[in-house]
């Protein structure tokens, strides 16, 4: 062919994963939000982590209220933005009894503060606004939970994420390989039974192992029951999200993570691990 007629090379296409992500990206930032959890939970005395929970709930509070406006909501953002940080604290510095005051009060916040707002929507801007506040803050407040004042509160976190990732893992490839079955194809049309099954599986038995060895006082029975609760929960927590998603017709909570989307969609699956973690370790393996 003529050079004057010869087509220009396609410029080479970003790496892209199944779902459509640019692979790489991913990648580097997944590694870079590992290394970072890492740090936090055993340098600077956990401090660093604390600043970290508190980063994570405000960022996802104020992904949430950006979602939810695509439906013309208008949670209040302020409030949201004062009762996460003062969720966290509560936990961190009071535990699991004072919490709840921490809710309390961002929920009456929200509540006063939309009355400027006039009558118009107010009850659903509220509910919007309530629905943040526990689904963010008051669940992302359980690792402050994990972390503290127990003296293995790191380690606490650390198997908790763990397993969240074993549950991720799991799921995907078994799903991959012995899929059949749709969980929620309405929801999730990626997931299936047999998929839930290997998330289960997957992480009860990797838990098993690395609780008697990273927690003093567990037995690999413990990790098996502790991988199974916290797997079941992560997978409730993607559903969730998906559901939420779904319903406001947005595919990503934001476009905050390159690779990812918004923080919130990789929070999703941890959410509700972490009361369910913290509950279950309470019972079997008590703080010292």
């Known amino acids: 062919m003529p050079a004057s007629d010869a087509q ?3 410029e080479p296409a970003k790496r892209k994963s199944r779902a459509g992500r640019n692979l790489p990206a991913a990648i580097g930032v997944g590694i870079g939000l590992g290394g970072a959890l890492l740090v936090s939970l055993f340098l600077f005395d956990m401090w660093l982590f604390l600043g970290l929970v508190v980063v994570a709930v405000t960022v996802g509070a104020w992904e949430m209220v950006r979602a939810v406006s695509v439906q013309k909501a208008r949670p209040p953002l302020v409030p949201l933005l004062i009762g996460g940080p003062v969720m966290v604290g509560l936990a961190w510095f009071g535990g699991a009894d004072v919490l709840p005051l921490g809710l309390l009060g961002t929920l009456f916040l929200v509540l006063v503060w939309r009355f400027a707002g006039g009558v118009q929507h107010y009850q659903r801007d509220v509910t919007a606004g309530a629905l943040i506040a526990v689904y963010v803050p008051f669940l992302g407040s359980f690792a402050a939970l994990l972390a503290y004042p127990a003296a293995d509160g790191s380690v606490r976190v650390l198997v908790t994420v763990l397993a969240v990732v074993l549950s991720d893992t799991g ?9 059949k079955h749709k969980m929620a194809p309405s929801v999730s049309p990626a997931k299936s039974w047999e998929g839930f099954g ?8 990797g838990s098993a192992v690395a609780l008697p060895l990273l927690l003093s006082g567990a037995v ?10 916290v797997s079941i929960a992560s997978v409730l ?7 939420i998603k779904r319903d406001l017709g947005v595919k990503d909570m934001s476009n905050l993570l390159p690779g990812h989307g918004g923080l919130m ?14 509950a279950v370790l309470a019972f079997l393996v008590p703080p010292s």
């Open 171 to 179: 799921g995907y490839v078994t799903g991959v390989f012995l899929g």
């Open 237 to 243: 927590g993607d559903l969730g999200e998906s559901m």
């Open 265 to 278: 969609d990789r929070l999703d699956s941890i959410l509700l691990a972490l009361p369910t973690a913290y």
């Open 198 to 205: 290997g998330s289960v599986v997957w992480t009860a038995a």
């Open 220 to 229: 690999w029975w413990h990790g098996a029951v502790f991988g199974a609760a």
């Open 8 to 10: 220009p090379s396609p």
